[in-house]
């Protein structure tokens, strides 16, 4: 069975850095693009970041152009989202997931795969 395990957030001041990783199981990786999503409490899931299945192109969300970066390790199965500068603004639970391609920061046919997340606090 698929299973995807989100893990690296915590507690962060702002302007400090966290790296997230997200390591696949039961499903061939480099056959997906893989996105990164986050929700906040009382917010819908949004895109964060896409990248393709070999890591050629990448895709950010605005607030995050310039401060995170999207990679991937298929040797390893894993994703991984670097996180630099952090802002108030982008404390949630963070998710990862896996399409068909990238459209812009979401996913093309997004498999219902889905970890539980891993939390990010930022402190000002």
């Known amino acids: 069975q698929v299973q995807l395990v989100e893990s690296g957030g915590g507690l962060v001041q702002a302007g400090g850095s966290l790296n997230l990783t997200c390591t696949a199981s039961?499903?061939?990786?480099?056959?997906?693009?893989m996105g990164w999503f986050r929700q906040s409490p009382g917010k819908e899931r949004e895109g964060v970041s896409c990248i393709t299945w070999n890591g050629q192109r990448s895709y950010y969300e605005d607030s995050v152009k310039g401060r995170f970066t999207i990679s991937r390790d298929n040797t390893k199965n894993t994703l991984y989202l670097q996180m630099n500068n952090l802002r108030p603004e982008d404390a949630a639970i963070y998710y990862c997931?896996?399409?068909?391609?990238?459209?812009?920061?979401?996913?093309?046919?997004?498999?219902?795969?889905w970890g539980k997340g891993t939390p990010v606090t930022i402190s000002s």
């Open positions: 039961g499903l061939t990786f480099d056959d997906y693009a």
């Open positions: 997931s896996a399409g068909l391609g990238c459209g812009g920061v979401t996913l093309l046919a997004q498999a219902d795969y």
